[in-house]
């Protein structure tokens, strides 16, 4: 089993910034990607960003220029530097974590999910 934990969540004002941490611990052979999902109230669960083994990262057509996504691969670690907040980026944040047991890429592979954590920013 793998564990998430995350931490950053909070309150800020438009504008304003927040970074977002994940740490994956456990029984990890090899983390494929890692990303950040995020739901809003009423809304359903979306991809905000992710990043691969290969350090390839892909992003949410509306949140290019303003989030970033990283890893540090020695510590299994995610984060996601959120600028210039919006109210409508108000959501629960969720950590996911891709692993698989070889590093055949046609592996079957293994989902996990944090907790979540809250982001409220106000107008």
């Known amino acids: 089993q793998v564990q998430l934990v995350e931490s950053g969540g909070g309150f800020v004002q438009a504008g304003g910034s927040l970074r977002l941490s994940c740490a994956a611990s456990?029984?990890?052979?090899?983390?494929?990607?890692m990303a950040w999902y995020r739901q809003a109230p009423g809304k359903q669960r979306e991809l905000v960003a992710s990043i691969t083994s290969g350090v390839g990262t892909a992003y949410a057509d509306s949140l290019k220029g303003r989030f970033t996504i990283s890893r540090d691969i020695a510590k299994n670690t995610v984060a996601l530097q959120m600028n210039s907040l919006k109210p409508e980026d108000t959501a629960v944040y969720y950590c996911n974590v891709q692993t698989t047991r070889s590093y055949d890429p046609s592996a079957p592979k293994s989902d996990y999910w944090g907790q979540g954590t809250q982001v409220t920013v106000s107008s």
């Open positions: 456990g029984s990890i052979f090899f983390i494929k990607a």
